[in-house]
């Protein structure tokens, strides 16, 4: 059996137009790489969804170390995304090659 390796995966659920920014900063906090897709849903503020543009929310997920993972949801939880659409949490995952995902 090949070995693995154990990181953390973050989901960030946020509105769309908070991608970018939070992308600029996740960076910053030194992720290698990270998956977007479209999504909507409902939760503690409203159902998001947007007619005109097909979605409001962006799901983001890196895989990465401890750390920069919990970084991640520390800056997530900022007093400025309080009002928003903002979620982040983790999962445990195993990987091969660990040093595609972490630098």
């Known amino acids: 059996m090949t070995a693995t390796t154990p990181l953390t995966k973050v989901i960030v659920i946020t509105e769309t137009h908070f991608e970018q920014e939070m992308l600029n900063h996740f960076r910053e906090l030194g992720i290698k790489g990270f998956t977007c897709m479209n999504c909507w849903g409902q939760g503690h503020h409203q159902v998001y ?44 995952v195993r990987v091969r090659d660990a040093d595609k995902f972490i630098a």
């Open 49 to 92: 969804d947007e007619p005109f543009i097909g979605h409001s929310q962006t799901r983001i997920e890196i895989i990465t170390t401890d750390t920069i993972a919990d970084a991640i949801v520390d800056y997530c939880r900022l007093p400025r995304f309080e009002k928003h659409a903002v979620t982040a949490y983790l999962e445990t």
